[in-house]
């Protein structure tokens, strides 16, 4: 168990996870890029972060819920897209797509999801009629294949794409050297993938990362989807003004949970400079590290609208499928609607930059 997880309906569910997951799929969900840097960086910046609450403004119960390109959400707290869900529950997608649309939030499936992207939505309209799902996207160097994934996607009914840029290589990651874990094994496979062009009927491609995509490739998408696109992995704010300048609808602060770029810093130490370039433009969601409520509402504070969990979601569809994403979401939306009120806030807009501070460098040196 990660060392200093407190004691709670979370914490008791990645215990419990990391006990019956077979070690090498554990290990692909719980391990990161290099030296596992940027993965606990993630977690531990959180941990440095302290909350000033505001008193006594007659807020009221806080209006949780956030509005998204193409989706309305009960709760900032969204689902990040994570491969393989079959690897940790046999009912893999499906489950987490019901517990999502049951807690009122987003999914954002990943491509190299275990269950197909309309067997995915289907699952999420079955609990709710209006449910979002978002698809996670990366960019194929053969555009062909983009094209296809992209009008599975719509067919599907995902309300919005998530290009994934933060990959222009796969990341290097020991555990699963280690474990020679570089494949799914038999009997799964990428749904998404299957019967594209330039694969035998019947068959799946490999998913292909490539260091020569380029913002021309991702105007290339937006000329082709009538869906708002928003990019994930952003951590430099002139990226950030790029992809607005680029019609992008929302980005994503992200180091893909410190999967790739090790050196990359902690996402909600990246957050304040990209709110500060994208100034409201688009929304500015962040994932990596959010472990409780009190993370969220920092992220709120510091310029997000909404956050996305990748790991937690992970453990509860591990240790109880899904009733266990039910309450990791539950727990976490809760958890939010508390901090909210403790804080003051009316809603999650109702926070500013001044209310988060560095604990032990704040105080008496900053007077
Ligand atoms: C097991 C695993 C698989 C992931 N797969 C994908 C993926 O296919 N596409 C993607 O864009 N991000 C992927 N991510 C990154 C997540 O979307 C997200 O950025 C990250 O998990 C957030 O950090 P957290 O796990 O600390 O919440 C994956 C993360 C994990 C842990
Ligand atoms: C299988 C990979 C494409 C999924 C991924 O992005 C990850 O493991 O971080």
Known sequence: MTAGLPPDAIGGLHEKALAQLDPAHRDFFEGGAGRETALAENVRAFGRLALLPRVLRGAGPPDTTVELPGARAATPVLVAPTAFHRLAHPDGERATAR??????????????????????????????????????????????????????AEEAGCTALVVTADSPVFGRRARDDRNGFHD??????????RDLPGAAPGTTLDIA??????????????????????????????????????????LIVSNHGGRQLDAAPATVEALPRIAE??????????????????????????????????????????????AGVARVLAELAEQTAHVL???????CADLDRGQVVVRGRWGVADR
């Not at 698809?135 to 294949?145: E, G, T």
């Not at 799914?184 to 993938?193: S, T, V």
């Open 184 to 193: 799914l094994p038999p009997g799964y496979a990428a749904e998404n993938m």
């Open 277 to 322: 370039a994208v100034a409201g433009r688009v929304p500015v969601l962040l994932d990596g590290g959010v472990r409780s409520g009190a993370d969220v509402v920092a992220a709120l504070a510091l310029g997000a609208t909404a956050v996305g969990v990748g790991r937690p979601v992970l453990w509860g569809l591990a240790a109880e499928g899904e």
């Open 99 to 152: 517990a999502a649309a049951a807690a009122g939030t987003v999914l954002i499936t990943a491509m190299a999801a275990t269950t197909a992207v309309r067997d995915v939505v289907a699952a999420a309209r079955e609990v709710r009629a209006d449910a979002s799902v978002w698809f996670q996207l990366y960019l194929q160097p053969r555009a062909d294949v983009t094209d296809a994934l992209v009008r599975r």
């Open 209 to 250: 990362m490539s260091p020569a995509l380029s913002w021309d490739d991702l105007r290339r998408l937006r000329e082709r989807t009538a869906l708002p696109v928003l990019v994930k992995g952003v951590l430099h704010p002139d990226d950030a003004r790029i992809a607005i300048g680029e019609g992008v609808a929302g």
């Open 341 to 347: 009120t403790l804080c003051g806030a009316r809603d």
